[in-house]
T-cell receptor, first 114, second 116 residues
């Protein structure tokens, strides 16, 4: 297992277009998280899955954002009608259950909305 | 809500010197976990070290150690014998647990530059 994979690494899109990102977690990890990181800031929590269930969504996740994790494996994050303010790095992480469970992050998808 | 504060936007250190990156936190929880991550220019967040609030000893991982002062609510990262490859952004984070779900709350980060 090579860790958490994210695809694509970079995405440039025109304002108003829809985009979808994919995250493949470590296979035995049942928790999966999405974070957003804007320039010069730390990552901010967006949403979280335990297996296929989406357990929490941040207020940052507007109605234009939707995330899925069918079958509790890979996850997708879709942004509809993109805006320039959506430009950011989108990071995915996975972990096991437990208080000391470490989070393994992917390399992220950098989105630029022009 | 929990909060992480990193007061050093940037640090410049000579190679082979030790460096301390500051992190203070605010929480009302009795049980919590603190993490440090390294983010090179490639973007990946690399886990460095973890400290649990009930751990009696400061965590150490190779050249990384965590100076945990619970009463002061600080969790500073110490890197010994710095190397050029240590140049990166460093983030302190705390695990927040709400209604069984857990997430990390990050500070704003410190950009560390190691000079040869």
């Amino acid at each position: 297992d090579t860790g958490v994979s994210q695809d694509p690494r970079h995405k440039i899109t025109k304002r108003g277009q829809n985009v979808t990102f994919r995250c493949d977690p470590i296979s035995e990890h049942n928790r999966l998280y999405w974070y957003r990181q804007t320039l010069g800031q730390g990552p901010e929590f967006l949403t979280y899955f335990q297996n296929e269930a989406q357990l929490e969504k941040s207020r940052l996740l507007s109605d234009r954002f939707s995330a899925e994790r069918p079958k509790g494996s890979f996850s997708t994050l879709e942004i509809q009608r993109t805006e320039q303010g959506d430009s950011a790095m989108y990071l995915c992480a996975s972990s096991l259950v437990g208080p000391k469970a470490g989070y393994t992050f992917g390399s992220g998808t950098r989105l630029t909305v022009v | 809500a929990q909060k992480i504060t990193q007061t050093q936007p940037g640090m410049f250190v000579q190679e082979k010197e030790a460096v301390t990156l500051d992190c203070t936190y605010d929480t009302s929880d009795q049980s919590y976990g603190l993490f440090w991550y390294k983010q090179p220019s490639s973007g990946e967040m690399i886990f460095l070290i973890y400290q649990g609030s009930y751990d009696e000893q400061n965590a150490t991982e190779g050249r990384y150690s965590l100076n945990f002062q619970k009463a002061r609510k600080s969790a500073n990262l110490v890197i010994s014998a710095s190397q050029l490859g240590d140049s990166a952004m460093y983030f302190c984070a705390m695990r927040e647990i709400i209604q069984g779900a857990q997430k990390l709350v990050f500070g704003q980060g410190t950009r560390l530059t190691i000079n040869p």
